[in-house]
C-alpha cells in the first residue's frame, strides 16, 4: 500500500534538517518494503511572504491528505511585528487544530556516548531514558478569550486556560497507555494547588488510574517537576502533562540530552500525525550547513514505530544515529573525542550507517 507524507520544510534551518530526514525517509521505506509518495508544501514565515498565510489552505488540504506529515521549524525574527494571527507560529498551532493533533510525544533518551555532551554531571544523567506527553490542543495557547485592550501605559493582557473533562481525559489515557508499554510508571504534572484547571486535570488522572491498576501513578507540581528533572531525571519514565506545562518541561528535559537539536517529537491525533524535531529554526546558524539534523531524522524513526507500526525501522535508525555519534557531532554536541560534522555529512553519515546495517529484531517489551 502506498503511503503519503507530506514535507513542510518551514523556515531557516527547517528546510537543512528536513532534507537530511528525507534522505533518510526514503532508505527506510525502501528497507520496509513502503512505497512512498512525498509531497511538499509552505508553512511558517516563508508561506507568509508567498501566499499572505502562515498555514494556506493547499498545505492544510495536502495535510488533510497525508498518512503522516514531516515538519522542519517555523519562526523568525522579521515576523515577530505582524499580527498574531499571521506570525509563522500561528500557522503550526491552527495546523495540530485542524487536524486534531492531541498527544505530544517527546521522548528524551541519552543516545550511546553522548552522556559527555550534557551539561550536567555523567552520573546524573546517564541511563536517561523518559517520554513527556504534551497535550497539544488546549490549554491556555488555545483558550479564549485572549487579548490586549486598553491605550499605551493602561493596556492589560488576558489568556485563558481551559480544559475539559474529556481533553483530560484522553491524553491521560495516552499517558497510561504509553506507561504500559515502558516502565509501567506514570508521573501527571499539574498545579492544583493553585488552579482550577489543575484540580480538574488532578482528579480525571485519579479516576483514569482505576482502568490502570498495574501502572503506578504518581503527581508532581509543575515546579517540583521541573527541579526533579534536573536533579535526578533517571527517577522518570513516562510524564503526561498540559499544554503550557509540556512544552517547558520537554524543553528541559531536552538539555539532559545534551542538546536540543537531539529531541524529536511525534503529534498524534485520531486520524493524522505530524513528526517534528523539538528544535525551533535558528535564524543564527541558517544556511552555515552546521545545524543538527538528527532530532528530525529520529522524528522519521517514530513515524516508522507510530504511524507505519515498524518500530524495528525505528531501532535501525537508533542504532545508525548513536553509531554515528560515537566518531562526529555537529558544533552543538562536538567533543574533542570527536570529529567535527556539518549538517549534510551527518545525514549522509546516519544514512550510510542505516543502509548497510541489517534490521535489529526490536526487544521484547522494549520502550517506546
Not at 493547499?58 to 497525508?66: G, P
Not at 541511563?127 to 490586549?148: A, N, S
Not at 539534523?293 to 522519521?300: M, Y
Not at 554536541?333 to 549538517?343: E, N, Q, S, V, Y
Request: charged content about 25%; some cysteine.
Amino acid at each position: 500500500m502506498t503511503k503519503r507524507v507530506l514535507i513542510l520544510p518551514g523556515d531557516f534551518v527547517g528546510p537543512e534538517v528536513t532534507a537530511q530526514a528525507l534522505k533518510i525517509l526514503l532508505a527506510a521505506a525502501d528497507m520496509a518494503g513502503i512505497e512512498l509518495e512525498t509531497e511538499e508544501a509552505s508553512i511558517g514565515g516563508g508561506a507568509y511572504e508567498e501566499h499572505g498565510s502562515p498555514l494556506p489552505e493547499h498545505t492544510l488540504e495536502a495535510a488533510r491528505r497525508a498518512d503522516a506529515i514531516l515538519l522542519g521549524a517555523v519562526g523568525g525574527p522579521q515576523w515577530d511585528a505582524l499580527p498574531m494571527d499571521s506570525k509563522p507560529e500561528k500557522g503550526l498551532l491552527r495546523l495540530r487544530e485542524e487536524l486534531d493533533l492531541y498527544a505530544n510525544l517527546r521522548p528524551a533518551r541519552i543516545y550511546g556516548d553522548l552522556v559527555d555532551a550534557s551539561t550536567l554531571k555523567k552520573e546524573i544523567v546517564e541511563g536517561t531514558d523518559l517520554m513527556v506527553i504534551r497535550e497539544l490542543t488546549g490549554g491556555i495557547y488555545f483558550g479564549k478569550p485572549r487579548e490586549i485592550v486598553g491605550s499605551e501605559g493602561r493596556r492589560t493582557a488576558r489568556n485563558t486556560m481551559v480544559y475539559s473533562e474529556s481533553e483530560i481525559e484522553r491524553i491521560v489515557r495516552v499517558g497510561f497507555d504509553i506507561a504500559s508499554k515502558r516502565g509501567k510508571r506514570l508521573c501527571s504534572v499539574d498545579k492544583s494547588n493553585v488552579l482550577e484547571v489543575s484540580v480538574l486535570w488532578r482528579d480525571v488522572a485519579r479516576r483514569v488510574s482505576q482502568d490502570f491498576p498495574q501502572i503506578a501513578l504518581e503527581h508532581l507540581y509543575v515546579d517540583n517537576a521541573a527541579m526533579q528533572l534536573v536533579r535526578d531525571p533517571k527517577q522518570f519514565d513516562t510524564i503526561v502533562t498540559g499544554n503550557l506545562f509540556g512544552d517547558i518541561l520537554s524543553d528541559v528535559a531536552a538539555m539532559l540530552t545534551g542538546s536540543i537539536g537531539m529531541l524529536p517529537s511525534a503529534s498524534l491525533g485520531e486520524n493524522h500525525a505530524l513528526y517534528e524535531p523539538v528544535h525551533g529554526s535558528a535564524p543564527d546558524i541558517a544556511g552555515k550547513d552546521v545545524a543538527n539534523p538528527l532530532a528530525a531524522i529520529l522524528s522519521i524513526g517514530m513515524m516508522f514505530r507510530y504511524t507505519f507500526d515498524r518500530a524495528d525501522i525505528e531501532d535501525a535508525i537508533v542504532s545508525a544515529v548513536t553509531e554515528v555519534l560515537s566518531t562526529h557531532r555537529t558544533p552543538d554536541i562536538h567533543t574533542g573525542k570527536t570529529r567535527l560534522a556539518g549538517c549534510s555529512e551527518m545525514g549522509e553519515l546516519v544514512l550510510n550507517a542505516l543502509t548497510r546495517a541489517p534490521l535489529p529484531r526490536p526487544a521484547v517489551g522494549s520502550k517506546p
